[in-house]
Every structure is written in structure tokens, then in C-alpha cells.
């Protein structure tokens, strides 16, 4: 306001002194000239009329006619501003005078002429003019007029002030209209550049009222506005595109924030779960570790327990072998007893390792019937006695029993026999095992074994089921492999019981098998089939057998098992080739092949005689080394008849050539 105020200020100022000057300067020129004008005028006037007496009062002063002067000068009478008037003699003298009405009749008279033409003196204006006749100067003529200068002067004083009055209201109002049309538009642009300033609204904009100077400022002001106005768009706009990139951007970190955190997590869940695995890891390693140790523990054992067996069949068959004649008949039957003994324990070895693989492995097939449990271990007791008598240890089997399991009758026979012999082993002298069978539910027995024994430490019942271990009894008197009772365990359970074990050192041993059983009264109505009969190698029709194996011992076990079957007629081949063409020439009844032979492999040569019309009806049955299961299933499913296993056992080859014997009738014409 003070700037816009001090500019109007200012040129308010400048407009008034301007005028100011103006008039003044005009009014003082006129002044001069008009006063000039008047003087010169007024003197000349003067001067002519001072003349024109001079020549009238001439003839007047040459008579020395005072009166004539007198009237001549009273003339004046009708020139009011001539106030007094006088002539002189060429002497100088007064001559005759004149003073105008209303002057004082005294009124001075210079005794004198003067030689000035024309003064001002006193407001009055003194002329003397000289009377000149034939070129002589014969009197002066002297008038005193009004001289009215100052008087004009105060009159032009008015004037000029009027004036100047005048030319300052002018300016005045030229200043407020000046102030209008120009103040106006840049004050306009003023307070519009404050509004902006105080309310940041670029779209305020000022009136355009002309087209002069300041309408190009206003419209330049208008223009830089726009410009604003647009710059700030395009500003806020690039600033919102900028937040909403820094939202984005935010939102993105936010994001992988969140996925670092799914991904710690993730790598945290992972961690545990490799710590996890690592540790069942070292568990089964710690698991596989112990398997292997006790792997070779049980290799190294392995080894002692057949060496022992072989040792007796080879050292007895040596001895025998190297006889001529010498030996005495009792003697020879000893050694050859002692050779079949150590063979059957050296069989029941292997298959006790064969039974603890196949059920390892899970490929034992039960067949659970219902058993009676009297019987079993009637049979049980029957095996288990001989062990008992060197020691005198008494065993006490329930005497009459009513109970009727629902197992499958070999393996409980095998997991009775176990717990009885282990109760016999590790009895002490004159000790006693005693057994019990008794429903604990309906569908439910317990099998007690208790002997007076050694008993077990808490820490050795831990490791009881740990194969091969045998609990420091590997050094004992008692022959053992230490994987007797994990069989038992793992049968019992394949049979869907449990098998419980307590123990105190020094008093004895208990060893529970609980089993699922028929209830009491089916177990009545459903006793167990006796026991089949048992066939025998000798009887039975006359057939030809044809045997194959390029083992000659093997071949001659054969002809000494058939020998006792009469009617039997036995052809042997050294190989599956010659089997194969000694079945084409003479067409056997049965064939015995064993499979692991040179030139052609039994299974091969069972194959070539299935697939030849001339041979294919004839049954094949296998004798072979290889007992695995696998073996026996794969040598079933190629179409052998039967699948014996060595070492050869009279009864199940009796059985086979029979069955055989009897297919091959019924399909014959
Ligand atoms: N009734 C028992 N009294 C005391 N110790 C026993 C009894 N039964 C088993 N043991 C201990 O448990 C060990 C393991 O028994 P297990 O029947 O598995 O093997 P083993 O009798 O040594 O050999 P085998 O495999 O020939 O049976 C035995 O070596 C023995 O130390
Ligand atoms: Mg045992």
C-alpha cells in the first residue's frame, strides 16, 4: 500500500509541479512582455503628448505669454492620468503649470527641468521633453502622468493565481483519472499477485480493460499466470505421479519384506526339517552302524558255527574214506552218526539265517488255522525233552488243556520251540521250565514259558531283541546265533500277538505269547486235523525219473533215496543239454533238474523241454542249491512242478514224485 500509495504520492506531485511550473513560467513571461509593452507604450504616449504641448506652448513662450501656456496646458484636464504638468522657460524657469483636479494644488513642480527624458519615480512617470524651434531650443516641457504598473502587476498577481488555482484543479483531476487508468490495472495486478501469494490460486487472473501499454502488462501478467497455473499442474501432476510411484515402490518393498519373511520362515521350517532328518540320519546311521557291526559279529560267529559242523562231516568222512577194512562196524556207524548230526545242525543253520532274511524282508506268507494247542505242545515237549535230561531240568507242560489258537501251526511250533530251548539253555542244573496256556479274553490265549534260569539284567532285556546279539552268552557253553528270539518276535507278531518278556538275575525268566484264539467252545467243535501221514520215499508205482545234475554225489543221494521205490527205473544226464535230449529219446515220467550246471542251465533246459510238444507234458521238478525265495517263487512261475531245495529231504521228494507221477497218469491216454 505504501509503495502503491508513495507512487501515487509521487505522481500526484510531479502532475502539480509540472502545472505549477507551467503556469508560473507562462505567467511571468506574459508578465514581462505586457509591462515591457505597457512601459514603452506609456512612455511614448506621454512623450507625444509633452511634444504636441511643446509646439502648441512654442509661440508662447517666444511672446512670453504665460496665459495662452496656461491654457494650452489646461487641455490636459480631459487626459486624467495626467496628474500635474509644466513648461519651462529656455532658461529653465517655470513658465506656466498645471495640476490635475483632485491633486494637491501645492503639488511639487521640479523648479527644474531635468535632462532625463523619462523616470518612474513615486508611481508617477516624469517626462521632459525639450520645445525645439528653428532648431533652438527655446523652453522644456514637463508632465507628470500615472504610472500604473504595480497595479497591473497586482492585477496579473490574481490572474496568475486563479490561474495556477485552475491548472492545479486540472491537474488534480488529470492525476485521479491518470491514477484510474493507470494505478488502477497495475494495482489490480498487485493485490492479484498477493491473492496467489496468500491463497495459491494460480487461477486468478486480472480484468484486461484496454489495449494500451498496461493492458500488455496485465495481459503478460495474465499470460505468466497461465504459465504458472500450467507449471504447477504439470508440477502437482509430476508430484503425484511421483507419490504414486513412491506408493508403488512402498508397496513393492512392503511386499518383498513380506516374502523375505515367508522365506525366513520357509528357510527356518526347511532348517529344522533337514535338523530334523539330519538327526533321524545319524539315528539310522547310528542304526546302520550298529546292523553292521553286529553284521560282522554275526558273519565272524557265522563262521565259527559252521566251521564246528564241518569240521566233525569233514574230519569223520576223512577217516572213514581212509579205511580199508580196519574199523569195526559199530565204530563206522558212530562216525557216519556223527556226520549226519553235524549236517542237519549245520542245515538248521542255514535256515535259521534264510527264515530271519525271508522275514526281514517281509515275504513270509502265513497261514493261520486254528490250532490245538494241546497237541503242539505235546509235540513241543517231545522235541525239547532230550535237551533237558544231561541237566536234569524238569519240564512241566499243562496236562489237559482245552485251548485252540488261531495261528499259523509251523510258526507257533517254531516260536514255542525258541522260547523252550532258550528256557533250557540258560537254565541252571536241576532247574525247571514250566508252561502255560490259558484264555486271558475270548478270542485271546497266553502262552507262559518260565524257567528257574540265570534271569537277565534290566539293561541286557533292552538289547534281548537286537539281532545276533547274544547278551554275553557268546562265550558261554551254550551253541546259539543270537537271533532266535528276534524270529520268535517277529512271528509273533506277523501273527497278530505280542510277545512279552520279565526277568530277575539269579531267579528266572518269563516270556508271555499272547495270540489271537477261537473262543472257548468253537475251540471244542474245531480241533486241528491230525497230522497228515507221511509219505514215504518207498512204495508207490514203477516210473522212469530222469535226473539231471553234473554233481555225481548229488546224483548218487538220488539213487540211493529211489533206491528203496521199486519199480522206479533212474536215468541220469550230466547236463541241461544232455537232459534235454536224453527226455526227447526217451521220454521219462519225471525229470529231477538241478538248475546251476554247465553247458545249459536247468532253467533253460526247462524251458526248451516246455516249449517242445514231445516233452512239454512231462513234470519237471526242481532240486536246487538255491533256496532264496525269489529263487523258488521265479522257478514256480517258469512251470517247474515242484521246487526242492537242497539239502534234499526224502519225504518232500517222495511227495513231489508222487504228485507228479499222478498228474503225469491223469493226462496221459
Ligand atoms: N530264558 C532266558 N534266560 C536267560 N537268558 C536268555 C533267555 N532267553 C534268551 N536269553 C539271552 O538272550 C540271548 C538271545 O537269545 P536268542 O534266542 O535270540 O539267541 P541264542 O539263544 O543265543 O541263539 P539262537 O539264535 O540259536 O536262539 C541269549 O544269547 C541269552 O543270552
Ligand atoms: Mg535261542
Redesign the pocket.
Known sequence: VSASGSLRGKLIGVMLLTALVAVLVAISAMLAYDLHAYHRGWVDDVSTQAEMLGRHSAPALAFDDARVARENLAVLRFQPKIRAAAIYSARGAVFATYVADGEPADAAIPPMPSLEAAVVEDGSLLVFRPIVENRDVVGTVYLRADYELYDRLLGYAGIALVATLVALLVAWVMTSWLRRIVLRPILDVGDAARDVIAREDYSRRVDQRRDDELGALVAAFNEMMGEIERRTETLAATNREKEREVDERRRAQDEVMRLNLALEQRVRDRTAALEQSNRELALATGEAERANQAKSDFLSSMSHELRTPLNAIIGFGQVLGADEGGLPADRRKAFLGHIVAAGQHLLTLIN?ILNLAQIEAGKVVLSPEPVGMAELLDECRILTDPLTAARGIRLLFPLSLDVVAHADRTRLKQVLL?LL???V??NREQGSVAVECVYVASERLRVTVR?T????RPDQLQS?FQPF?????EHGKQ????????VTKHLVELMGGTLGVS?TVGAG?E?CVDLPALPPVAAQAGSPPAAGEVPSVSGGPAATVLCVDDNPASLELVRALLAARPGVHLLSAENGQVGVEMARAHHPDVILMDNNMPVLSGALAQARLRDDPSTAHIPVIAVSANAMPDAVKQGLAAGFFRYLTKPLDPKALAEALDSALQQKRAGDP
Open positions: 535259521d525258541n530251548s532258550n528256557a539253555k540258560y524257567d534260569g540265570l534271569g537277565m534281548l546279539n547274544r547278551l554275553g552268552q551253541q546259539g546265533t543270537g537271533i532266535g528270539l528276534v526277568s525268566t516270556f
